[in-house]
Every structure is written in structure tokens, then in C-alpha cells.
């Protein structure tokens, strides 16, 4: 029995949503994970009398990028299927599926380190370059799971 297109591309857009919603739950962990240090380093810095760090915003809001790259991979699953491309509708849910928790991953344990970081910069004052480049190197991770899939993505013809 074949299978229909919409059926397919249905598939293909779980595929997509998968992406951006697998990604944006991993986003929504790690900015809790480091939001919620961030408040507790202020605490301390307000309870010591000492000025409560802006840069901690920063690092609590580290991991949403990862949202973003999730949001590209689903307009570009769903351009390829509006080009006429639904029979790949596995490669759709695979890239989906695997990106998004490749991309989660990364946003959650972003965010457990950004909790480290605003613990440390909240308490010293000192290493707010050091403590954003840990958290770069994490984000490298879903940089390149995200150039993966639009690569493999491109190749759909």
C-alpha cells in the first residue's frame, strides 16, 4: 500500500516541529537551570551589600540560541516539503527528532554551566570571559549539529 502525500508530508512536518519543540525544551531547562542561579547569586551579592552583576544575564540566557537553530532546521524541513519534496519525510523526522535533542542537550547542559558561572562571577567579580567561552564551547556543539543538518538537508533534490 502506498502511502499519500499528505500523509507524508504530515511526517515530514512532525519532523520539523520536532526540531524546533525538542530544542526549545532542552532552551527552556537550561535558561530555568541558570535563571534560577542567577537570582541566587543576587540574593548573595544583595544580602553582602555588593552590586548585583548584569552580566548574569547573560549567562542565564545563554542557552536559547539553541531554540533559534531549531526554528531554521523546521523553515527549511518545511521549504523542502512545500518544493515537493515529502518522500524524504524520514530524513524530515530523523533530522527532526535526533537534531532537536542534539540541540536540547546542548541548551541543558549550557544552562548547567551558566549556573556555575553565575555562582562564580556573582562571588569574585572575575572571569566573566573565561566563564562565556565555556559556555561557547557548549554552543559549538549545537553550531555544528545545526550545519550538519542544513548540509544534509541541502543534499534533498
Not at 18 to 36: E, H, K, M, R
Not at 78 to 93: D, R, S
Not at 119 to 125: I, K, L, Q, W, Y
Not at 143 to 149: K, L, M, P, S
Request: hydrophobic fraction near 55%.
Amino acid at each position: 500500500m502506498e502511502m499519500s502525500t499528505e500523509i507524508m508530508k504530515a511526517l515530514g512536518l512532525a519532523g520539523a516541529f520536532a526540531a524546533v519543540s525538542v530544542a526549545a525544551i532542552g532552551s527552556s531547562l537550561g535558561t530555568g537551570v541558570g535563571g534560577t542561579s542567577a537570582v541566587g547569586a543576587w540574593k548573595k551579592c544583595y544580602a553582602q551589600n555588593k552590586p548585583a552583576a548584569f552580566q548574569l544575564i547573560i549567562f542565564a540566557g545563554a542557552p536559547l540560541s539553541q531554540t533559534i537553530y531549531g526554528m531554521i532546521l523546521m523553515f527549511v524541513i518545511n521549504t523542502k516539503i512545500e518544493a515537493g519534496f515529502a518522500a524524504y519525510w524520514p530524513l524530515y523526522l530523523a533530522i527532526g527528532l535526533i537534531g532537536g535533542i542534539a540541540l536540547g542537550s546542548s541548551s541543558y547542559y549550557q544552562g548547567i554551566a551558566a549556573a556555575g558561572a553565575c555562582d562564580s562571577f556573582a562571588e569574585t567579580g572575575k572571569g566573566f570571559t573565561n566563564d562565556l567561552i565555556i559556555l561557547g564551547i557548549i554552543e559549538t556543539v549545537s553550531i555544528f549539529v545545526f550545519a550538519f543538518a542544513i548540509v544534509l538537508l541541502t543534499m534533498v533534490k
